[in-house]
């Protein structure tokens, strides 16, 4: 079965600092692997995925995330974090061939201004 | 492109009564999955449909359904609520994975969700 672990609650930054979100994740095969960030009453919004290729993979708003094999670890990066940035941030993984994401308990972002 | 469409956002049912809710997938996607997302246990996986078949399940009970109709439109339906059925009901399509398109690494796009109140 596919899983994945945020080992932290809660993440504080300050302001132009840079912003990290740690996640690692468990799967048969190869993974496929996922950010999402969500505001308050909303849906998930993709952020960015890594499949193959380079291990560093960039996305929208700027955010950029390095896979690691043998760490087994997707942790998601931002060089400046903004305030705009305070979110719930969701990992995901899911094993070759199916749609199901295991998602990991999200992590609360905040950036003190 | 319209993105995915759930209806209706919010909505207060009581205990023992029925509710469903609905999705409109991303046009050209025919995988719809649904999760619940809570406090205390996060997003967790329902179902999901492709071409009117129920492809995968999550460990939820009975009550917990869906059916996808021929425009891939779906529908979940819980019945008999509970107060722990009070939660945020997400729908996400997607390409399938073997559709062969270009490009398709089948990510999941998320509507904004249904909260149901269960009083």
């Known amino acids: 079965a596919q899983s994945v672990a945020q080992p932290e609650d809660q993440v504080n930054v300050a302001e132009g600092n840079p912003l990290t979100v740690k996640c690692t994740y468990s799967v048969s095969g190869n993974p496929y692997l996922f950010w999402y960030v969500q505001y308050p009453n909303r849906g998930l919004q993709f952020l960015l995925k890594y499949i193959t290729g380079d291990n560093l993979v960039k996305g929208s708003y700027g955010f950029e995330a390095e896979f690691n094999k043998s760490q087994t670890s997707f942790h998601l990066k931002k060089p400046s974090a903004l305030v705009s940035d305070s979110a719930l941030y969701f990992c995901a993984v899911r094993g070759y061939g199916n749609n199901r994401l295991a998602f990991g308990k999200g992590n609360q972002v905040v950036v003190i201004p | 492109k319209a993105g995915v469409t759930q209806t209706p956002r919010y909505l207060i049912k009581t205990r023992g009564q029925q509710v469903t809710l609905s999705c409109s997938p991303i046009?050209?996607?025919?995988?719809v999955s649904w999760y619940q997302q809570t406090p205390g246990q996060g997003l967790q996986f329902l179902f999901e449909?492709?071409?009117?078949?129920?492809?995968n399940k999550g460990n939820f009970p009975g009550r917990f359904s869906g059916r996808q109709f021929s425009n891939s439109r779906s529908e979940m339906n819980v019945s008999t609520l509970e107060l722990g059925d009070s939660a945020l009901y997400l729908c996400a399509s997607s390409l399938d994975l073997r559709s062969g398109r270009a490009g398709n690494t089948g990510e999941l796009f998320f509507g904004e969700g249904s909260r149901l109140t269960v009083l």
């Open positions: 449909y492709f071409s009117e078949t129920q492809r």
């Open positions: 046009s050209g996607h025919r995988s």
